[in-house]
């Protein structure tokens, strides 16, 4: 009697470190069950299934974007709008990884600086949305909110807010990760395969205007081959995961307290973000992400005023720890060059250091004629460019890139020099969600932005 007291007792004075203080909090973006029983039961599986990611690994990963924030490395963070179940495939998955590591050899060589590699992956599984619903043709249902809420199939089944989604969002991000560490621990990511493979992007004629760039990082591989550098060491890369943390029972479930350093880490992902629609500041999202210790995210669009940046600066990051805190613009390209400057200046004011990334995808979207949600290349090149040109007069550091792309032949953004034309959306759109890059758009934009860098 007087143990079982003492235990409850130790148990209760455990700090919580306020984890579930959001629950009190306003909450935007959330599903409704239709199941409580399911709802339960799911989330009491995942809070006792293993953790995604260790601590460690996180802890790396904000060290290395400390390095980005000091202008010392460049984040490269890309992936699907949102990932699916379907598309969980070896193929799928390898050829993601496979066009983020090209894209990265590319910048590597642009920015003369170490690239931190970032998957939209193992997790992005869950979607803000404008709208509950959806109508097509009449019939108007729940809008589809990412393959761990519901389905993408327009039928009532389909779109029902299912809660065993998460289960199966949590073991298909455990399979994606096992793939990843695989191809990026495994010989996969050996400098010189990535390199041939890009030589197969440069032979494409389209693209001969960056045959130079190519030739020149192909001299300085034969280069570092006669020095004798150790390419077994270079045949290993980090791979970091993240998604937007959207769904915050899942989040909660899948926290852990780290016992090296009892601190609360979500170990769902490496890096998370904060979306531009559930940032409000005195919010869940924000008050649930400032209590863990992974690195954090924050979506900025053009709405943002200097307070709320610094706002957000006092709530996610009041030590001021270097890698704690990235801001992620996305602002459209006719937006940046008159929003971005005031923001930065006043951060960099404040005595803050964030990570400042360039997201040129989401103030981008438009529709097609023929009625697709689409980009044009040359818009998102546009903001990439705005980006640079504002942090270099200022001074600062323009420290990423945040993508939606594909390793697959898709055709869902207008453009680029091989050029895909709204009647390719016809055959080639697959996305559930926002227009990606393809394969060759992703690793043109890579070679547009190594020019841009190494101009700095
Ligand atoms: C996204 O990254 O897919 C997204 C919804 O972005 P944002 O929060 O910037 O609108
Ligand atoms: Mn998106």
Redesign the pocket.
């Known amino acids: 009697m007087t143990e079982t007291t003492v235990t409850s007792a130790s148990r209760s004075a455990a700090p919580d470190h306020g984890l579930d203080i959001w629950r009190e909090l306003a909450i935007s973006q959330q599903p409704s069950w239709q199941d409580s029983t399911v709802h339960r039961s799911s989330l009491d599986e995942l809070s006792t299934l293993p953790p995604l990611v260790f601590a460690g690994e996180v802890d790396v990963l904000r060290e290395r974007l400390a390095a980005a924030a000091q202008g010392k490395a460049f984040l490269l963070q890309g992936g699907d ?2 990932e699916t179940f379907e598309g969980a495939t070896a193929d799928r998955i390898s050829a993601r990884v496979k066009t983020i590591l090209q894209m990265a050899v590319v910048l590597t060589y642009g920015a003369s600086l170490p690239v931190i590699k970032m998957g ?1 992956m193992a997790g ?1 599984f869950a ?2 949305r404008s709208s509950n619903d959806e109508t097509r043709e009449g019939v108007t249902l729940p809008a589809y909110r990412g393959d761990m809420v519901n389905g993408y199939d327009f039928t009532p089944e389909s779109r029902g807010h299912d809660a065993s989604r998460m289960v199966r969002a949590y073991h298909t991000s455990a399979s994606t990760l096992n793939l990843i560490r695989a191809f990026t621990q495994g010989g996969f990511a050996d400098l010189r395969l990535v390199h041939h493979w890009n030589k197969g992007f440069t032979a494409n004629p389209a693209h001969s205007r960056y045959e130079s760039l190519a030739r020149e990082i192909d001299r300085a591989v034969r280069f570092m081959e006669a020095c004798g550098a150790d390419f077994d060491a270079l045949t290993r890369v980090e791979f970091f995961a993240s998604h ?1 943390a959207l769904l915050l029972e899942y989040e909660r479930a899948l926290t852990r307290t780290d016992s090296r350093t009892g601190l609360p880490y979500d170990t769902s992902a490496h890096f998370l ?7 409000d500041i005195d919010g869940a999202h924000i008050d649930f992400l400032s209590r863990v210790r992974n690195p954090i995210g924050v ?1 900025l ?1 053009p709405g943002t005023s200097p307070d709320d940046a610094l706002a957000l600066i006092d709530k996610l990051d009041p030590n001021r720890e270097p890698g704690r805190l990235t801001f ?1 613009t ?1 602002m459209g390209a006719k937006n940046i060059r008159e929003k971005l400057p005031n923001l930065v200046s006043k951060v960099t004011d404040s005595g803050a250091k964030v990570l400042w990334v360039t ?1 040129p ?3 981008n979207t438009v529709t097609s004629p023929n009625g697709y949600k689409t980009r044009n290349f040359d818009d998102v090149m546009d903001e990439v460019r705005g980006f640079f040109e504002v942090h270099n007069e200022l001074g600062t550091f323009p420290g990423g890139l ?1 993508v ?1 792309m594909t390793g697959d032949d898709v055709a869902e953004c207008l453009g680029g020099a091989d050029p895909i034309d709204q009647e390719a959306f016809l055959d080639r759109y697959e996305s559930v ?2 227009p990606r890059l393809n394969h060759m758009q992703s690793l043109e934009m890579a070679f547009l932005v190594a020019g841009a860098l190494s101009r700095r």
Do not use: L, S
């Open positions: 709008c949102a939209r992005q979607k803000p937007e973000w904060i979306g531009e629609r559930t940032r979506k669009g992620i996305r997201d995808m989401h103030g945040h939606e969600c926002d």
